[in-house]
């Protein structure tokens, strides 16, 4: 069990999702965003502290029942010979699923991941400008805005990419939780993505 992304045990952000292949126009985009707020619901509040509580709970609650059941099968057993006994009983534990392993994230790994993905997004919004300008008459407000809108896409790098980790800008290593960095990575993606927009300019109709 990843305890550093809940949603993947908690899979109730996915309903909506689902249901969205049924519904068509806005609705699907309504659906959309409650499953995304849903999914950072759970990645916020559910600490991995509380996923392995909770492992432990039922792991706990599994093995009394399996060992009521195993003492009623020996008891059931007893008129066998002992040897056919014991090897039946053995034959049972033998099927008796694990306990779960709790595993956490390679931070590491994780944090240039996220920097790739951050890349790809500032990419996307640079393409979009371009596009949006080539569609434009060049004046000096077209230049000016060009000019700021690539500025800002390498201010956001520089501050991701250098300064940050995990993508995010001037945060330090192991300063917050996977889950909730998780978290603030899909905000901010989101604000990185809107950032494009800053290249699609309209004129007043006169």
Known sequence: MVADLPIIQLGVGLTPRVVSLW???DGRLWLWAAGLVIDMAV???VSREALQAEVDQKWA???ER??????REERRNAALPPEEAHARVDRVRSRMRRKPQVVAADIEHLSERLGLFVLIVLGEGL???VSAASEEEWDGGVRAVGVGVFAVLVLVWSLALRT?????????PRALPVRLVLALRCLFAGVVAALRWGGRWSRPVT
């Open 43 to 45: 990645m916020v509040r």
């Open 127 to 129: 393409v979009q400008s």
């Open 164 to 172: 940050g980790s995990y993508g995010l800008p001037l945060l330090a």
């Open 61 to 63: 609650d599994a093995e």
């Open 23 to 25: 519904v068509h126009g």
């Open 66 to 71: 399996a060992e009521h059941w195993l003492r």
